[in-house]
């Protein structure tokens, strides 16, 4: 099955398996703020919202990643990639996301080329189909536009996309995430644009009230690229209702996936 195919049909497969039906509304009252839900630490984005009025910080302290490519070794530091959310409509917020500062050193046996600075701006408007007040399953579309900065480590195009993000709760401490991403990416070679899928399935457990695990499985295929697999997994623990702290690591599976990443951030609301 292809990939395009293959997307929808996990979305449809797991909402049939969580009895996914009409939204189930909560009778919780709509000024009582729901718990926080937060887009980081795994790959696979949440459906649900910052309720409305109110601000939400997701931030990482560090992100490090290292690969391989052509005969060539990158390796990537990130401190402080910050994604700012408001919370614009109880099913509706708007997230600008950006990197404090970035630093990649490429390597291929010869002189060492170090690039470093502020990069592109990403702004993503999340809209709740259904789920954000309650319910067993929830839905959510999250349109996204990369905006050129023509800093060092700019891409210096335009790219966007569309996120569908999917959750299910299996029991009381345990969740199932899925993700179907589609991105609108710049070729370089042809100068055209190419499309690019990423799917993603995450199990999140509740270990205590306090601490979270997660395990993730993420794929990512192009159109002239070769297919991805990649492994996440890392804890979180919950100091309040409203400030979480998270760490992980990320394992590629097959040779063209990224070697080796780790990462620890925090999220908050006020």
């Known amino acids: 099955m292809s990939d395009n195919l293959f997307l929808p049909a996990l979305l449809m497969m797991a909402a049939s398996l969580c009895h996914a039906g009409p939204p189930v509304t909560s009778p919780i009252a709509q000024a009582e703020v729901r718990p926080m839900s937060t887009d980081r630490p795994d ?11 109110m601000f939400q910080v997701e931030a990482s302290f560090f992100d490090y990643n290292r690969e391989h490519f052509a005969g060539e070794k990158a390796e990537t530091w990130i401190w402080g990639q910050v994604n700012l959310k408001a919370g614009l409509a109880q099913d509706m917020d708007l997230q600008v996301i950006f990197d404090s500062y970035q630093e990649v050193k490429i390597s291929s046996g010869g002189p060492t080329q170090r690039l470093s600075g502020f990069g592109d701006v990403t702004v993503r408007l999340k809209k709740n189909i259904w789920g954000n007040e309650g319910g067993q399953t929830a839905l959510g579309v999250m349109p996204y536009v990369s905006i050129p ?16 993000p999917f959750s299910c709760a299996l029991t009381e401490r345990v969740t199932l995430g899925l993700m179907a991403q589609m991105d609108i990416v710049h070729d370089f070679e042809t100068g055209g644009q190419d499309l690019e899928w990423v799917h993603s399935a995450t199990l999140g457990f509740g270990l205590t009230d306090a601490l979270g695990l997660y395990t993730e499985l993420v794929g990512i295929a192009g159109q002239d690229a070769a297919y991805m697999g990649i492994f996440n997994t890392g804890l979180t623990f919950a100091v309040t209702d409203n400030l979480v702290f998270d760490a992980g690591v990320r394992i590629g599976l097959n ?16």
């Open 43 to 53: 790959t696979t984005e949440s459906p649900f919202t910052v309720p409305a009025g």
């Open 149 to 164: 900065t023509g800093t060092e480590l700019s891409a210096d195009v335009w790219e966007g996309g569309l996120i569908v």
């Open 255 to 270: 040779r063209p996936a990224p070697d080796f990443g780790v990462f620890s951030g925090v999220s908050f609301r006020f």
